[in-house]
């Protein structure tokens, strides 16, 4: 309950300050004029004094009606979240000479990112892909997208060209152009250090040094998957060196906004690399802290993910 006039602030900009999720707020106030200001901030209710005993009766009624919905809301999406996460990998493929990692923040309870790592035939096969939006419709899209690209990673004689064809073709019939995903599919050469790969609409992988330094990137070679019909998806390859680190982001990463509106700078990822050079899950882990804590309050802004591929030195 905020009253409208306090001595310190107005009660809607202390409102408009509360960090989502937000309580429920019912403002009070002596001046019915500003009765609809309070439902600018997204109000329950609000009572005009002198507060009767059954208009405060009717609000706190409304409240156990709001309070109950919400929280049959919290159980589905608890449940949606559980599944979700059931369906990333619980364990990532081992390789010998090289180590990897994954971390994924929701910007909710379930998401529109996702990650998945597997072996076809003695080379590593990963995707990190991004849907258009948040919340439960990206997240049905993207776990989608992750089972059609499971089912293709079976199809062991698919280049890697063809397999994303494959892809946009089925996740087009599905949506019919009106959801997309950027993706980086990718096939790694254990021997070599190979890295044949389609990044379709999706920032840029880096790729950096044991010291710190960076070495590449890997740049757009197609377009966002279920954007367009029959569209080309050419391949790129580089090498991973020895020492070098792949690192994969989502656009939650690079599009990360502080409270003054500036975006969280990817050249801070190239030091952390230099630091835990020797641990990939510690890397992964501290790109996404340094992206929580660049966006402050404001947790819900888009899904976060991390993906890291280390060749050892």
Not at 25 to 35: D, G, K, N, S
Not at 118 to 133: I, S
Request: charged residues 25%.
């Amino acid at each position: 309950f905020l009253d409208i006039e306090m001595p310190a602030e107005r009660g809607t900009e202390l409102a408009a300050s509360l960090p989502e999720p937000r309580p429920f707020i019912v403002f009070a106030t002596a001046y019915e004029r500003f009765a609809v200001d309070a439902f600018h901030y997204d109000a329950a209710d609000y009572l005009l004094k002198p507060v009767t005993r059954q208009r405060l009766k009717q609000t706190l009624d409304r409240l156990r009606v709001k309070h109950a919905a919400r929280r049959d809301t919290e159980r589905e999406w608890t449940a949606a979240a559980r599944a979700q996460a059931h369906l990333l990998p619980q364990t990532l493929p081992t390789m010998a000479g090289y180590a990897m990692a994954a971390r994924i923040l929701p910007a909710r309870a379930v998401g529109g990112d996702f990650y998945d790592a597997t072996l076809v035939e003695g080379q590593l096969a990963f995707v990190l892909g991004d849907v258009a939006g948040k919340g439960m419709a990206a997240s049905l899209i993207a776990s989608s997208v992750q089972a059609r690209w499971q089912a293709a990673m079976r199809q062991r004689d698919l280049t890697a060209t063809e397999m994303m064809v494959a892809l946009n073709k089925d996740v087009l019939a599905s949506t019919e152009g009106s959801r997309y995903a950027t993706l980086v599919h990718a096939l790694v050469d254990p021997e070599s250090g190979a890295v044949r790969y389609v990044n379709a609409g999706h920032p840029a992988p880096l790729v950096i040094d044991a010291s710190g330094a960076l070495v590449g990137a890997l740049d757009v070679t197609a377009p966002a998957v279920g954007l367009l019909d029959a569209p080309e998806f050419p391949a790129a390859s580089c090498v991973l060196g020895r020492g070098d680190t792949l690192v994969v982001v989502s656009d939650g990463v690079t599009e990360a906004r502080d409270g003054g509106g500036a975006d969280w700078d990817l050249a801070r990822i190239p030091p952390l690399v230099a630091r835990y050079a020797d641990d990939a899950d510690a890397l992964a882990a501290a790109i996404v802290a340094a992206v929580r804590d660049h966006r402050g309050h404001d947790q819900t802004q888009d899904d976060v993910t991390v993906f890291v591929l280390r060749r050892s030195a």
